[in-house]
């Protein structure tokens, strides 16, 4: 997992208050939160590909190349990856403090 996304997903758990958890658990939840956050990442930036790239990218199973495909191919990636990456804070800690 790239540190930078490992980095978001440890702060995301601590702002939406899950502090103070087992070092296992925690990282049980930082890799379901990273597949959530993967899977986020494709169907928005799949909005950005032709018809034919869609079902390129849907080819790939290794889910690094799908990443590095989407950042070579979607016009402005960074800022898509981004925008979503805040929208998926957003939610997160929503749902987590409507328990």
Same mark, same amino acid.
């Given at each position: 997992?790239?540190?930078?996304?490992?980095?978001?997903? /440890?702060? !995301? *758990?601590?702002?939406?208050?899950?502090?103070?958890?087992?070092?296992? *658990?925690?990282?049980? !939840? @930082?890799?379901? !939160?990273?597949?959530?956050?993967?899977?986020?990442? /494709? *169907? =928005?930036?799949?909005?950005?590909?032709?018809?034919?790239?869609?079902?390129?990218?849907?080819?790939?199973?290794?889910?690094?190349?799908?990443?590095?495909? *989407?950042?070579?191919? =979607?016009?402005?990636?960074?800022? @898509? /990856?981004?925008?979503?990456?805040?929208?998926?804070?957003? /939610?997160?800690?929503?749902?987590?403090?409507?328990?």
């Amino acid at each position: 997992m790239d540190q930078n996304i490992h980095t978001f997903l /440890v702060e !995301l *758990l601590h702002d939406a208050g899950q502090t103070n958890l087992d070092k296992e *658990l925690e990282e049980v !939840l @930082i890799h379901d !939160l990273e597949t959530r956050l993967e899977d986020r990442l /494709v *169907l =928005v930036s799949a909005q950005y590909l032709t018809p034919e790239q869609q079902e390129e990218v849907k080819k790939i199973e290794n889910p690094d190349e799908v990443m590095h495909y *989407l950042k070579n191919t =979607v016009p402005d990636f960074e800022n @898509i /990856v981004a925008e979503a990456m805040v929208d998926f804070r957003e /939610v997160y800690i929503a749902a987590s403090k409507a328990e």
